[in-house]
């Protein structure tokens, strides 16, 4: 059950306030591992930035894969074969990032609530799915084009490596960027971030507006224009989360748009 904030001025009791509807995750959270779903606000940076840090580790790791080839005499590799070393790569780090946090979740009593996508009521939530994919896709155009037409911001997109002669070699980015990528992106910031926020600051906009420029700054290094683009996709997703009080709904919204990017590559 949702406790009322105290009134304006006043702290919170340790624990009490709990801004959350009752079909909502977060009420699977055991009441003694409530106080501590905001936790260190140290948390807050260094879940995404271990994030971007597994992507690095991927690149280097494909590196080093490449570099060992050319040391054995194998200096002629296909680009497809490089690049399907860097997805499976992404995968792989994907995967140790999501045991990572899945266990310190786990420590906290959260995991249960922060990393279950089910959907409570299916045809509703899918429902809110379409309507907050098109609002996505919609605004984020409109954003980036207004903010790359009128600001100084470079317009400039550093794209993910394409598979080149190899057609099939697509397939190996949509674990990494189609599947696991989005679900890992959406517990962080919308499963567990967002909640976090809305339980120490007493509501869910700012919330939603601080969760949603963190992602976009997550893709910093891909260029303005996609930092624009995926802040209003955690503006929506955000908004499907505290609608829904589920992850089904942002998981597909972000699945959907990264599966549409991948093909229109």
């Known amino acids: 059950m949702s406790t009322p904030p105290p009134p304006f001025g006043s702290a919170f009791p340790p624990g009490a306030f709990w801004p959350f509807a009752a079909h909502d995750l977060m009420n699977r959270v055991p009441q003694a591992a409530r106080a501590g779903l905001g936790g260190l606000a140290v948390w807050f940076f260094v879940w995404p930035f271990v994030i971007l840090l597994s992507g690095d580790i991927a690149g280097l790791l494909t590196l080093a894969v490449g570099a060992f080839s050319s040391a054995i005499g194998q200096d002629n590799i296909p680009q497809d074969a490089y690049l399907r070393s860097l997805y499976i790569l992404l995968t792989v780090t994907d995967l140790a990032f999501l045991w990572l946090f899945a266990s310190w979740l786990q420590r906290r009593g959260l995991a249960a609530a922060v990393l279950d996508i089910r959907p409570h009521r299916f045809g509703l939530e899918t429902g809110y799915t379409g309507l907050f994919l098109m609002l996505t896709v919609v605004m984020a155009v409109a954003a980036t084009d207004l903010l790359t037409t009128y600001t100084p911001l470079p317009d400039t997109i550093n794209e993910l490596p394409l598979p080149g002669a190899d057609p099939s ?4 980015m949509i674990p990494a960027i189609v599947l696991i990528g989005p679900y890992i992106e959406e517990v962080v910031f919308r499963g567990w971030l967002l909640p976090a926020l809305a339980k120490r600051m007493g509501g869910w906009m700012l919330p939603i507006l601080i969760s949603s420029l963190m992602f976009g700054g997550l893709h ?16 929506c997703a955000g908004l499907a989360r505290r609608v829904t009080g589920r992850l089904w709904a942002p998981v597909l919204i972000h699945a959907a748009n990264n599966l549409i990017a991948t093909l229109g590559m």
Do not use: D, H, K
């Open 220 to 235: 910093i290094f891909v260029g303005a224009p996609v930092m624009v683009y995926t802040t209003v996709l955690g503006v």
């Open 169 to 172: 070699s697509i397939w190996y």
